[in-house]
C-alpha cells in the first residue's frame, strides 16, 4: 500500500488516520498537540517523525486534516515549507475549509514544483470519520484525484468532484453555510414555539415529522434540554466559517439570510459563548 503523510490529528484527523491505517496504509504523522492521540496511532502503526518535512520526504501523498487555510498555506508554502520536501509528482489533499482564493494559490504555486492539489472538503463530521463514511466535495484534476482516491476510499464513501481546483472548498463553505444556517433558524423556531406555550420537546418531535432536517434532529434536542455538550462545532468556529463564506459572495448578489446567521452566532461569540456548542445561541434568548 502506498504511504501517506498526514498532518492534522484532531477530532476529525484521528480517526482518518486509524482508518488509513487499518485498511493498510504505511501512514506518516508528526508530534502534535494531542500526545494521546499520537500514541494511540503509534501504537495502530503509525511512524511518527519530528517535523513535517520529515514526514513528508519522499512522500507522493499527502493528506491535511487541518482548521484552515492559514494553517494550510503556512505547511505547504510557508518558510521550511512541504513544497521543498515533496518530490515531483506528488499530490496534496486538502480536507480543511479552507478560503478558495488561498486554495487556487496554493495550487499554483505547487504546480510550478510539479505537485498537485485536490481540495476534498469533509461532511458527516466525527461520525463519519469514525465510521469511514465521509463525504467529500472535490476540487482538482482528474488525474489528482485518481491518485489520491484509494486513500479517500479508506476514510469514506461520498464523492462529489464539483470542478476545478477550488471548487471542492467553495462547496464545502456551502455546506457549512447552509447547516449553520439551518440550525439558528431551528432554535428561533422552538424558541418562539416556547414563547406562545408550547412544549418545546414535544414541538421538536412534531416539526420531525413534518419539516425534519438533519439540523432540527441534531441539535433540537440540545436548544430544549439546555444541555450543548459535547461540542460538535463551537461557535467560534461557525463564525470564522460563516466570514469565510462571506468572502466569497459575489459583489452585488445581495444575500439576506447568510448575514443574519453569521450576525447571531457573532452575537453570541461576544457573550462569551465562543466555545460552546453552537446549539447554544438558544442562550441569546432568556429560557423563562
Not at 438533519?214 to 444541555?227: C, F, H, N, Q, T
Amino acid at each position: 500500500m502506498e504511504t501517506v503523510a498526514f498532518f492534522g490529528l484532531g477530532n476529525m484527523g484521528e480517526p482518518m488516520v486509524a482508518n488509513l491505517l487499518a485498511k493498510g496504509f504505511a501512514v506518516h504523522i508528526v508530534q502534535h498537540r494531542r500526545p494521546d492521540a499520537v500514541e494511540r496511532l503509534r501504537g495502530a502503526g503509525a511512524k511518527v517523525f519530528p517535523d513535517a518535512a520529515a514526514a513528508a520526504q519522499g512522500v507522493k501523498l499527502v493528506i491535511l486534516a487541518l482548521p484552515g487555510s492559514a494553517e494550510s498555506e503556512a505547511l505547504l508554502t510557508g518558510p521550511g515549507g512541504l513544497i521543498e520536501a515533496l518530490p515531483h509528482g506528488a499530490v496534496v489533499v486538502d480536507c480543511s475549509t479552507g478560503e478558495p482564493p488561498v486554495t487556487r494559490r496554493q495550487a499554483k504555486l505547487l504546480s510550478g514544483k510539479g505537485i498537485g492539489l485536490v481540495d476534498a472538503g469533509l461532511t458527516r463530521g466525527v461520525a463519519g470519520a469514525k465510521q469511514g463514511k465521509l463525504a467529500y466535495f472535490m476540487g482538482g484534476t482528474e488525474a489528482d484525484m485518481a491518485k489520491a482516491k484509494p486513500a479517500l476510499d479508506a476514510m469514506g464513501d461520498t464523492f462529489f468532484h464539483m470542478g476545478p481546483v477550488g471548487s471542492g472548498h467553495e462547496a464545502k463553505n456551502l455546506s457549512n453555510a447552509l447547516s449553520y444556517a439551518t440550525v439558528a433558524l431551528a432554535c428561533e423556531t422552538l424558541i418562539l414555539g416556547r414563547s406562545l406555550g408550547l412544549d418545546p420537546a414535544r414541538l421538536q418531535e412534531a416539526l420531525m415529522a413534518g419539516a425534519g432536517s438533519k439540523a432540527l434532529e441534531a441539535y433540537g434536542p440540545r436548544i430544549v434540554s439546555g444541555d450543548y455538550a459535547p461540542v460538535r462545532v463551537s461557535i467560534g468556529n461557525a463564525c470564522a466559517h460563516l466570514q469565510t463564506t462571506e468572502h466569497i459572495v459575489p459583489e452585488g448578489l445581495g444575500l439576506k439570510l447568510l448575514p443574519q446567521a453569521l450576525q447571531s452566532y457573532r452575537r453570541a461569540d461576544g457573550q462569551g459563548l465562543g466555545g460552546q456548542d453552537i446549539s447554544a445561541i438558544a442562550e441569546l434568548w432568556p429560557r423563562s
